[in-house]
């Protein structure tokens, strides 16, 4: 199983980014997909899944109504939109997938909201 994220960066507060998550070595369309981010001093956090079946979304209280995470099948990849980004924001993204009973991550992708 590899995943791998890409899209982060600097942006101002206000702006938007969209994270994209890459997966292989897995049949993709089976399996529920979450975005995590985590930053130091501060506890890891789910910030959204989505399962597989039916396409049903999840998101933590801080992100909802901001971000949408979404999935294309056929491109074995899972993405996470960001809009009206806060400071708080900035973290380390994560895209996560259980296969098998075990938890897989990537090596994450930084995003930034400040001045």
């Known amino acids: 199983v590899q995943l791998v994220e890409s899209g982060g960066g600097t942006v101002q507060p206000g702006g938007s980014l969209r994270l994209s998550c890459a997966a292989s070595?897995?049949?993709?369309?089976?399996?529920?997909m979450s975005w995590y981010r985590r930053t130091p001093g501060k506890e890891r956090e789910l910030v959204a899944t989505?399962?597989?079946?039916?396409?049903?979304?999840n998101y933590a209280d801080s992100v909802k109504g901001r971000f949408t995470i979404s999935r294309d099948n056929a491109k074995n990849t899972v993405y996470l939109q960001m809009n009206r980004l806060k400071p708080e924001d900035t973290a380390v993204y994560y895209c996560t997938a259980r296969v098998g009973g075990s938890d897989y991550w990537g090596q994450g992708t930084q995003v930034t909201v400040s001045f």
């Open positions: 989505i399962i597989s079946a039916d396409g049903n979304t």
């Open positions: 070595g897995f049949t993709f369309r089976l399996y529920g």
